[in-house]
């Protein structure tokens, strides 16, 4: 599932919004409900919080049980680059040799995100493969999966994989990005625009 919906006001809005489709919020690392996405000096660990490009991830890949929505609301738009892009896990995985998506199922990762460690989160730090065939819950980082040289292999299949099934949007102020977190990976361009500023949200 996937949504971009437009003319949301404020947080209230996205309140009733998420109320009206039954889903809670889910606490992030630091155990807030609400993470704003916006380049500030200090970023407590998290990558969102600088004007940085950002791979193909998914959200709390590191989490026990990663949220399996995430919302993002856009507050401030930025007029220029600092688009976001998603793509459904499964279509491109089904891209690739059969030898490759079977690694990707049972290879093991230890998750445990630079953020995570900052906020010593209680419920993040797993092993786990990049994508459980159980229970249909991908969990992906470019940046953080990057430096195991057992993922090399892995992220080179992916990575173009994504790319050709990949959607891009450049939020305007008052749109809501809803993705499901388990069947989508996501990310943004490098962000040259101070004033960009958007509310992320977790959702279960
Ligand atoms: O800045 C964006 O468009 C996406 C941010 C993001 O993926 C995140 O905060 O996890
Ligand atoms: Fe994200």
Known sequence: MVDLLSG???IRGCLD???RLSLNLVPQYGGRLLHEVVAKPNTEGFLSQTSAALGYH??????HVPPKYIALYCESAAESDCETFF???KPALSLLAPGIALRIASETFQFHSGAALYWKTPHAGVLAPIYNEQTGVVRYSYEYLKPFSSAEE???ELEPAFAAAQTTVRLKRGDLLLLNNWEYVH???ANSNPGRKLLRFWLA
Do not use: A, K, Q
């Open 154 to 156: 892995l992220l080179n």
């Open 17 to 19: 919004l998420f109320g």
């Open 8 to 10: 949301i006001e404020g």
């Open 187 to 189: 990310g943004r361009h």
């Open 58 to 63: 998914s959200d709390g890949h590191d989490y």
């Open 87 to 89: 793509s459904e896990f």
